[in-house]
């Protein structure tokens, strides 16, 4: 990892201070392109909350990993990232594949997927805070190293910390000019888009049902009950020309069937026309 170097920075500077209304977009920026990755990923089956808390940069106290994520000519226009000690374990536990003992180090598989996932989060941020810049717009070789003068107050630099579930991810720096190029895009609102609407009938199609058949009930005194043994016959008052009684889960009747067999099994032959209360 690379240490944060104190660039010795003499030029004069204009004061900025971010504003809690920018900072919040910006966060809010920031926590899309995480719920886009989260989306993407676990495709809502876990569900974690993530949380973006931006602030100015002078209040973030030291960090000595940082690492370039958008590594522009000009240093003020730069995008920084840290990652705290575990992040890798923690994205496994977001996936579900955490070892049973914390010292122990993850399967080669589940690393690997980590892995992936963390690349993954880490150009979904990298796309939302280049605000829309191509890679032809961002310097190849040696990464810059992020001024001293980002750590002022005033300087107009932001500190970004994202935690899921609790547990710190990532800590991110933007420098000034970049957060004042993000302004106009965090202000405007995440495009919508729009979900086919599927019909009515297939998206029901899917959905399981509970239906109960029913004979008539019958009526036995408690003396008669008590002397019930296997071999005993109960009499009925349901016709065998009469049509069973076929109920939806809700206790409601929707129609009537006959009792039948068919591949070795009894079945339900059913009738249109549920049978009247009195029959």
């Avoid at 995440?190 to 599927?198: I, N, S, W």
């Avoid at 006959?258 to 209360?277: D, N």
Wanted: charged content about 20%; proline content about 8%; overall charge negative.
């Amino acid at each position: 990892m690379m240490a944060q170097e104190q660039t010795p920075d003499l030029q004069p500077r204009a004061l900025c201070w971010p504003g809690e209304r920018h900072c919040a977009a910006l966060a809010k920026l920031a926590r899309q392109a995480m719920e886009q990755w989260h989306l993407t990923w676990l495709d809502g089956r876990h569900d974690v909350s993530l949380d973006v808390v931006c602030a100015p940069a002078h209040a973030g106290g030291e960090v000595q990993d940082w690492q370039p994520l958008v590594n522009a000519a000009d240093a003020d226009d730069g995008v920084w990232v840290s990652e705290p000690a575990g992040a890798r374990q923690l994205l496994a536990a977001l996936l579900g594949i955490v070892p049973s003992s914390a010292s122990r180090a993850l399967p080669a598989l589940a690393a690997e997927l980590a892995a992936q996932a963390r690349g993954d989060y880490l150009l979904a941020l990298k796309q939302a805070l280049a605000g829309g810049r191509s890679e032809a717009t961002q310097v190849a070789g040696y990464p810059r190293p992020m001024p001293a003068a980002h750590s002022r107050v005033w300087s107009g630099a932001v500190r970004m910390d994202i935690s899921a579930g609790g547990s710190p991810v990532v800590q991110l720096h933007l420098g000034p000019r970049r957060v004042q190029a993000l302004a106009p895009i965090a202000a405007k609102p995440a495009p919508v888009t729009a979900q086919p609407l599927a019909d009515l009938g297939q998206a029901l199609s899917s959905q399981r049902a509970r239906l109960r058949v029913e004979l008539s009930s019958v009526e036995i005194t408690l003396g008669q009950m008590q002397a019930l043994a296997l071999g005993d016959v109960l009499l009925l008052p349901h016709l065998l020309e009469q049509p069973l009684r076929v109920f939806e889960d809700q206790g409601r009747q929707i129609c009537a069937g006959y009792l039948g067999q068919q591949e070795g099994g009894k079945a339900i032959e059913l009738v249109r026309e549920p049978p009247s209360v009195d029959a």
